[in-house]
């Protein structure tokens, strides 16, 4: 089994949907969690960075982590076009120096106007 | 805008040569990393660099590869004999502190013909 899974895509919507972007997990030592969008050519920009069960919301944007399913999903509410990007699933076991993260393969999101 | 300033933002190359990548930050930080990201793969973790010498470094990361700061500003990458499989996306990335998480420049696409 991998050791972060990200449901496969691409994924399309209409403008105003709420979106829903899910990663699963084998590893148990995850701790921390984090949600990156990645604009074509460009670098991973961090959304939503968390460390424990249960919900973070910002704006828009709300993480969930469910450490006992060993799930964690991220919503975006009223999409817009420019949320039309590749959304990265991103955990790691810790903090500090030598916290090396695993992503998720990525999901690519299509917000259409 | 990213914290992070990579150069060159392409650069392509003939297997065989060697390759110097660069990441600027643009405050003082201590913590600094390489990723990397074949296209249609995952983000793979390569280094860790904290203090001045690596903390960690992945199976990817062989003989080839070596990081330094020279200056105690720049933060490079240098693959010593370019092979195919080499090219990618490269992203430096930094953390401000221990228990924050990691932010990444806009990378380096690296081609090697």
């Known amino acids: 089994q991998k050791e972060v899974e990200q449901d496969p895509g691409p994924l399309s919507v209409p403008e105003g949907a709420i979106v829903s972007l899910n990663c699963t997990y084998s590893n148990s030592a995850f701790q921390y969690f984090m949600w990156y969008r990645q604009y074509s050519r460009k670098g991973p920009e961090l959304l939503m960075y968390?460390?424990?069960?249960g919900n973070k919301e910002d704006g828009r944007f709300t993480a969930q982590v469910d450490k006992s399913s060993k799930y964690i999903s991220l919503f975006i509410r009223d999409s817009q076009p420019s949320d039309s990007a590749t959304y990265l699933c991103?955990?790691?076991?810790?903090?500090?120096?030598?916290?090396?993260?695993?992503f998720g393969k990525g999901i690519t999101l299509s917000v259409r106007p | 805008e990213p914290e992070v300033t990579q150069t060159p933002s392409h650069q392509v190359t003939q297997m065989g040569q060697e390759v110097i990548l660069r990441c600027v930050p643009i405050?003082?930080?201590?913590?600094f990393y390489w990723y990397r990201q074949i296209l249609g793969q995952k983000v793979e973790f390569l280094v860790s660099?904290?203090?001045?010498?690596?903390?960690?470094k992945s199976e990817i990361f062989d003989d080839q590869f070596s990081v330094e700061r020279p200056d105690g500003s720049n933060f490079t990458l240098k693959i010593r004999s370019t092979k195919l499989e080499d090219s990618a996306m490269y992203f430096c990335?930094?953390?401000?502190?221990?228990?924050?998480?990691?932010?990444f420049g806009n990378g380096t696409r690296l081609t090697v013909t």
């Open positions: 405050s003082n930080h201590l913590y």
């Open positions: 990335a930094r953390r401000t502190g221990e228990n924050s998480p990691l932010h």
């Open positions: 660099f904290y203090n001045n010498e690596i903390s960690e």
């Open positions: 968390t460390y424990s069960s």
């Open positions: 991103a955990m790691s076991d810790g903090s500090g120096a030598n916290s090396k993260l695993t």
